[in-house]
């Protein structure tokens, strides 16, 4: 089993994300952190323990991490999630509550006192992850490797330059890449490749026991990606990350310097990736370029199916 904690910012995918991460069957899941990004902390803090409540997982534990990004006021998405974050199916109030040593601590616990290191798969804004590098500078040689969603090869999707996760905190993602740690990068270039259409969404339905929220909440999802971008198609953004864990061989990538922008006004928020190797830069990510819809799609049946 491979050990990982999974930082989200629920959010459509990020659920999704999360039931997948729980019905795989070759994951540990030994956390979930929450940060502000999709919608406030608060409501991603009480949507991450909504859905581990609904499929009854309170044996995860959950902790808040940033309300804020680090230099920047925050910048929401409800509408593409709702004012809820999770628009769409009526999911209970939770079971449970956070763990008391907020986001940043948890997962310093987790990483000094796991058996062996651990792959962090962060979905959203990456705040949570560059104040755990901050805080614990020796905390490295504890993580194994990231695999996050975020950034782009080509076009954003919240300027045109930019990617949501990356935008909204482009300081703490440039402090990521910059870690020195092994990354997967699954940026919108291939998560666009994970689209749900009418015949995913139908199948999904029938996939396990809480089949029915998750083509609920995609039916949702899918309308305001159709109203906003004018896709059919929704992409499962998030889930890409946890798949690249589960399956590397489902996405192909390749080795290169990712730089962020942190500065302009226009281009603010870009993953600048160096695919030809212009700079002469050592890479310093993996960086997602290519992904088996087909066999992502498996995967996340399968994996809901045993929930
Ligand atoms: C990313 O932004 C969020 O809205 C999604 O949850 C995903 O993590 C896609 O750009
Ligand atoms: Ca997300």
New binding site residues.
Partial sequence: MEPVILDV?P?H??AVAMMMACGAPDLDLLAVTTVA??VRLEKTTRNALRVLSLIERPDVPVAAGAAAPLRRPLYT?EN??GESGLGGPDIPEPTFEPDERGAVELISDILREAPEPVTLIP??PLTNIAMLLREHPDITPRISRISL?GGSTNLG?TTPAA???VYVDPEAAREVFESGLPITMCG?NV?HQAGAGAAERERLRSSGRFGGVVAELLEFFASTYKGVFGFDAPPL??PVAVAAVMRPDLLTTRPMRVDVECDSDLTRGETVCDFYGVTGLPPNAEVGVGLDHDGFFELLYDSLSRL
Avoid: Q
Wanted: charged share 25%; proline share 0%.
């Fill in positions: 910012d959010g995918d990020d990004g999709n998405a593409i999630h979905v959203g969603m999707n990617e949501f996760n919108l998560t953004h998030d």
